[in-house]
């Protein structure tokens, strides 16, 4: 059975850093597009950003130039570093997996991500 487990979310004040993890078990990621969602309360989930199978990054509006994604395909497992946080960032952070065939997906169940004073 494959599953997506989040871990590194918390609470930090306005410019702080955190750092996510998402291990895949039960897959490996080398044929994977991997990406991280997140989705604040009473709004709609958001892309953040994501790696291609092939290295290639691509990231969102809100995030660049301070979010970074990463992955160690041999650990199975997609980084995304979250530097200068803005109140504004307080979501829930999820990680998804595709196969570049696009027969597989596979979902995390979320870290909650909160930013304030």
């Known amino acids: 059975q494959v599953q997506l487990v989040e871990s590194g979310g918390g609470s930090v004040q306005p410019g702080g850093s955190l750092r996510l993890s998402c291990v895949a078990v039960?897959?490996?990621?080398?044929?994977?597009?991997l990406s991280w969602y997140r989705q604040a309360p009473g709004k709609q989930r958001e892309f953040v950003a994501d790696?291609?199978?092939?290295?290639?990054?691509n990231y969102g509006e809100a995030v660049k130039g301070r979010f970074t994604i990463s992955r160690d395909i041999a650990a199975s497992t997609v980084f995304l570093q979250m530097n200068d946080l803005k109140s504004d960032d307080t979501a829930i952070y999820y990680c998804?997996?595709?196969?570049?065939?696009?027969?597989?997906?596979?979902w995390g169940r979320g870290t909650q991500a909160t930013v304030s004073e």
């Open positions: 790696v291609n199978f092939g290295g290639r990054t």
């Open positions: 039960g897959v490996s990621f080398s044929l994977y597009d």
């Open positions: 998804h997996a595709r196969h570049l065939t696009g027969l597989n997906e596979y």
